[in-house]
């Protein structure tokens, strides 16, 4: 079958190291599943294992993709929650198990024909729910309602600001906020994704620009670029959730403003198969829906990906795997 693999790292140049080719199907084992993908999406993840972030070399080649959605063997459709995790190890929460494994990192990923995950990771698709869609919502989505509830505690009311508008998890974060009933500050460097932002519901503030009034959250996964505005921006007793930091991991920490305000900073990885299963069930009564930039197929990955490492998309780019003939 035909797939995206990992075959090198470079932090400069991280896409050389991407190669379509042949590998074989995988092989049953015992208490996993196949699964046939009908849709992938792309993730910043990807980006950074092909960069030689958080991705040991000893462990290439791999297939990348962290997301899927398709059909198990007896042709249901499903979507595959990306964590490869036991709920035990992380004493009930598998987020927090030591060796929990997003897909793509210890076991092949989905920008491929067929997929094999843990039986448990699969789960029926909602029926109004399209393949496309559904491969958008594993990992951003996915971590973008942790944020929120778990995490942040996101009531009816709650002014909530997302910094980075376009992103994937950061659209997830506005279109969710919103759909909880929050009031959803969203900021962005790019004026027409601040008014993408506000045809959803969302107030566009330019990037580092003054809120109208302080935010009860702030949903950050930009990093080094926006984290002084975060916490500015943030009321005293406010929480800050952090998932990722595109723009650098080490911003001035401004201990001072955190104790005298007594801001709370949590940071937030994945979801659990609960709040997964949650999420779809949301999704499914709100009819909210993830913004798709555009579906690509699997020999156009390479575009996709630049788009994303360009900043140059809104949402999430969809893959579509190539069928064996
Ligand atoms: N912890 C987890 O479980 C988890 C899960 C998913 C993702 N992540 C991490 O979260 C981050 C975002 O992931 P993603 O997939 O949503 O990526 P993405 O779709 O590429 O979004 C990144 C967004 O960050 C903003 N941005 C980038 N560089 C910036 C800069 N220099 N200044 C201001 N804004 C900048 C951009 O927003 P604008 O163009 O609108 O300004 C961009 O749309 C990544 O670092 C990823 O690794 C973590």
């Given at each position: 079958m035909h797939a995206a693999v990992a075959v090198a790292q470079s932090p400069t140049d991280p896409l050389s190291g991407l190669v379509l080719q042949d590998v074989p199907k995988p092989e049953p084992r015992p208490g996993w599943s196949l699964v046939r993908v009908a849709a992938s999406s792309l993730n910043m993840h990807d980006l950074w294992t092909l960069r030689g972030v958080g991705h040991a070399p000893e462990d290439l080649?791999?297939?990348?993709?962290?997301?899927?959605?398709?059909?198990?063997?007896?042709?249901?459709?499903v979507v595959v929650y990306p964590v490869i995790a036991t709920p035990d190890r992380g004493r009930?929460?598998?987020?927090?198990?030591?060796?929990?494994?997003?897909?793509?990192?210890?076991?092949?990923?989905?920008?491929?024909?067929?997929?094999?995950?843990p039986t448990r990771n699969l789960l029926p698709l909602p029926d109004s729910l399209s393949l496309d869609d559904a491969a958008c919502l594993p990992v951003a989505w996915g971590t973008a309602y942790r944020m929120l509830t778990t995490q942040a505690g996101v009531r009816a009311g709650d002014r909530v600001m997302v910094q980075g508008a376009g992103g994937g998890v950061a659209s997830a974060a506005i279109k969710l906020a919103l759909a909880m009933g929050a009031v959803v500050y969203a900021t962005s460097r790019s004026a027409d994704k601040l008014t993408q932002a506000e045809s959803w519901g969302a107030r566009g503030i330019e990037s580092g620009g003054r809120l109208p009034e302080k935010a009860d959250v702030v949903i950050e996964t930009v990093g080094e670029a926006t984290w002084s505005h975060s916490l500015k921006a943030l009321r005293p007793?406010?929480?800050?959730?952090?998932?990722?930091?595109?723009?650098?991991?080490?911003?001035?920490?401004?201990?001072?403003r955190v104790f005298y305000l007594q801001q709370r900073i949590l940071g937030s990885t994945g979801c659990t198969l609960v709040e997964f299963q949650e999420l779809l069930r949301m999704v499914e009564a709100?009819?909210?829906?993830?913004?798709?930039?555009?579906?690509?197929?699997?020999?156009?990955?390479?575009?996709?990906?630049?788009?994303?490492?360009?900043?140059?998309?809104?949402?999430?780019?969809?893959?579509?795997?190539?069928?064996?003939?």
């Open positions: 080649p791999r297939v990348l993709g962290c997301d899927a959605a398709g059909h198990d063997e007896d042709g249901t459709p009930g929460d598998e987020t927090h198990d030591p060796q929990r494994a997003l897909l793509s990192e210890k076991h092949d990923g989905a920008f491929a024909e067929w997929l094999q995950v007793g406010g929480t800050v959730v952090v998932a990722g930091a595109t723009s650098g991991m080490n911003p001035p920490a401004d201990l001072g709100t009819g909210v829906r993830p913004v798709v930039d555009r579906a690509l197929p699997l020999d156009e990955i390479h575009k996709g990906f630049q788009l994303m490492a360009d900043g140059n998309l809104v949402g999430k780019i969809v893959i579509h795997p190539k069928e064996t003939p």
